[in-house]
């Protein structure tokens, strides 16, 4: 079960101006399930996304990227879930290009102003027929207040829909932050199984959109790890629609641009640590702190090599501070360290010093820490000033039941 | 349980001219089970090792380098099982020193003339005492016959142990060489959980031995994976009596080098394969290769990056030929490929080209594979002419029972 983590309510999801959304039940995989979610944005809306590193990446990435090269103001998202569109080759990139068009015809507007995303198996031929079929009905539910039904419509094995909402004053004038994201496995930097919409009705020029978006999915979803693997689909994707008529940001500097990006960092940050919360299998949520390295990369590769090591994150599961495997996995972490220096602590509790276990350290203060839902990892490596985090779970049987099962 | 993995018999097993093994029951860890481990060599052998690169490594890995180092000739191994000597600070090493030096004391040699070995719990304190007062029985014990008791001694979590003779002739004389090892949990190279100790009654010069264990090494126990994690005290030793009365090796182009060198790294490979056959959890054994790279290292990072997915491992423990996941492992690898050129295999079955699904392909018989116990993954990137290997094995529920239950 998910930690620590409620499910989105109704109430708390706030809607954009600018922006209306609409679901469908279009039986793409299962049944009595909505799994399709069309986006439309008013005319004025800057688009910016940042999307994986595979190279395998999905044809709906590959489409999403060329429209939004194309120059073309970005008029409506569609997003299915079911199916990820990925290692499908020529006729996949042609479903996520006809799907579009379909979009399009319905919005009145090009097809290049259409973004595509799928989530969901790989490897297998789009659905695209029931795709195409189920359009008019989420054209039809267009609303601003569907907030909660779309988070809803892009799960796969997420157990809880993650979506989030915050207000902000710019200039006089209050905005809206709401985002959604799904992911649950293969979660990994670069990014994950992970499709993340986060839209204001701030109004933000293109360049600075772009910005901002790297800076919020940097802070956040590059953050977080559930199984290493990273996906062929990531996407984040951040919308300005300018329709809360709050001036345009147009100057990095402004004490206003810090702000939204503040708030929309924070956002994708929420989202992110979700992900984690409700990783396949999940059933603690680890935040592994690196302090006093020499960079932040370097912080950021120890942290990984601990929050990714398969022994680790099993003694997490079965609360054992069984805390010699976090050492083994720092000094396979490929950082030329002196382990004599570098201090662990779970929580408060000191635990490892000197280049072994802490004369301070109890087994039943370790064994305390590691029945919580939320632990920290906190590792001091005293040879300078950068620090880093990421976020992480647990490795437990349902992780495996889960991947093993999960065509089924 | 092991994967088409055979238990060795005493009567497989060859004693080596030159070597005595002596084993007993300490009660380092658990009572009634042999866990020290005493191997005598004869005066002329020559020693040479590979370590663990883990930067945290374990007491008895840094006292075994030293003491190589020291240029006195090697007497004697000592190795317990229980308590892996790891993350234990200044006290680890001096548990380290006092057990060579018990076994000095005993067998009339230095302390520098001793190597230390350990495996088991990391970051708890080696009970020396019932090392020390094992010690005895164990010199008691000592006896060309032991190798089957010796390969019993050094088990962790194994289910079965790992032990290989094999026999060539050289220059007229037959030598013999054996070979064990241990490992299971924490494999990854550079090495592994992983003790072995391959020894022959060839004599061969120090400078050519240690080439010799690089080569082995490299070829064998480089080249498998179970989770991911190296550990603190990995380490393969490989002994040279000379007691055979064959001609010394002193010439790397020699013929009979040759000859030994590709018996040695036979012996190597089988142990290797051994350990991931008995892989924690292990339902499958997976040979993964990756074939017309740019070179070697590419290879094998992108067989790699296939074989240590969780995706990839839980699919296959389904026995559920979700093969899209190797594709999105073979595009996170790191490597900028034209994914549009390569082919995947399962076995000889052709799964996927063209950046897609192969027209040709059936799931029927990408499911006849997957039931298989030993797969091949065979990926071809068609962009050169090098190849590289990697063994592995599934992930199953029992690796994450295995190792959320470890310490209890």
């Known amino acids: 079960m998910p930690v620590n983590l409620p499910a989105p309510t109704l109430s708390s999801l706030l809607p954009v101006k600018g922006i209306v959304l609409g679901t469908t039940e279009a039986n793409i995989k299962k049944p009595n399930r909505k799994d399709l979610l069309v986006m439309q944005l008013s005319p004025q809306a800057t688009?910016?996304?940042?999307?994986?590193?595979?190279?395998?990446?999905?044809?709906?990435?590959?489409?999403?990227?060329?429209?939004?090269?194309?120059?073309?103001?970005?008029?409506?998202?569609?997003?299915?879930?079911?199916n990820a569109n990925a290692g499908t080759?020529?006729?996949?990139?042609?479903?996520?290009?006809?799907?579009?068009?379909?979009?399009?015809?319905?919005?009145?507007?090009?097809?290049?102003?259409?973004?595509?995303f799928s989530t969901g198996v790989i490897m297998e031929a789009l659905p695209l027929e029931r795709i195409v079929a189920g359009l008019p009905a989420c054209v039809e539910n267009l609303s601003s207040d569907h907030w909660f039904d779309a988070a809803h419509a892009i799960m796969t094995t997420d157990i809880v829909a993650k979506a989030v909402s915050r207000q902000v004053s710019l200039g006089g004038v209050t905005v809206t932050v709401t985002g959604i994201a799904k992911g649950s496995g293969m979660i990994h930097p670069n990014m994950a199984t992970m499709l993340g919409y986060i839209a204001t009705d701030a109004a933000v020029t293109l360049p600075l959109l772009q910005q901002m978006v790297k800076h919020a999915c940097d802070a956040s979803f590059n953050c977080i790890t559930v199984d290493g693997d990273t996906s062929t689909n990531d996407s984040l994707?951040?919308?300005?629609?300018?329709?809360?008529?709050?001036?345009a940001l147009s100057d990095s500097n402004h004490s206003d641009f810090q702000l939204l990006q503040g708030t929309i960092t924070e956002v994708a940050t929420l989202l992110a640590q979700a992900i984690v919360r409700d990783g396949e299998g999940a059933t603690k949520f680890i935040t592994v702190t690196v302090e006093g390295g020499e960079s932040v990369a370097e912080c950021k590769q120890i942290a990984y090599?601990?929050?990714?090591?398969?022994?680790?994150?099993?003694?997490?599961?079965?609360?054992?501070?069984?805390?010699?495997?976090i050492l083994a996995a720092i000094g396979y972490a490929g950082i030329s360290l002196d382990v004599q220096r570098l201090k662990l602590y779970l929580d408060d509790v000191l635990v490892a010093e000197n280049g072994g276990r802490a004369y301070s350290y109890l087994e039943e203060d370790g064994q305390r820490v590691m029945q919580q839902g939320d632990i920290t990892v906190r590792i001091v490596l005293e040879r300078g000033t950068?620090?880093?985090?990421?976020?992480?779970?647990?490795?437990?049987?349902?992780?495996v039941k889960i991947n093993a099962s999960y065509r089924s």
Chains 1, 2 share one sequence.
């Open 47 to 82: 688009v910016a996304g940042v999307f994986t590193q595979n190279r395998f990446c999905a044809a709906p990435v590959i489409v999403a990227r060329e429209h939004l090269a194309s120059g073309k103001n970005i008029r409506a998202l569609v997003v299915n879930t079911g």
């Open 89 to 116: 080759g020529e006729e996949g990139l042609a479903a996520a290009r006809t799907t579009c068009s379909e979009v399009a015809k319905l919005l009145d507007c090009k097809a290049e102003q259409v973004l595509p």
């Open 237 to 247: 994707i951040l919308i300005a629609t300018g329709a809360s008529g709050a001036p």
């Open 305 to 325: 090599a601990v929050a990714r090591s398969p022994l680790v994150k099993t003694a997490f599961f079965a609360s054992d501070p069984n805390l010699g495997r």
């Open 386 to 399: 950068a620090s880093g985090t990421v976020w992480t779970c647990d490795f437990s049987y349902d992780y």
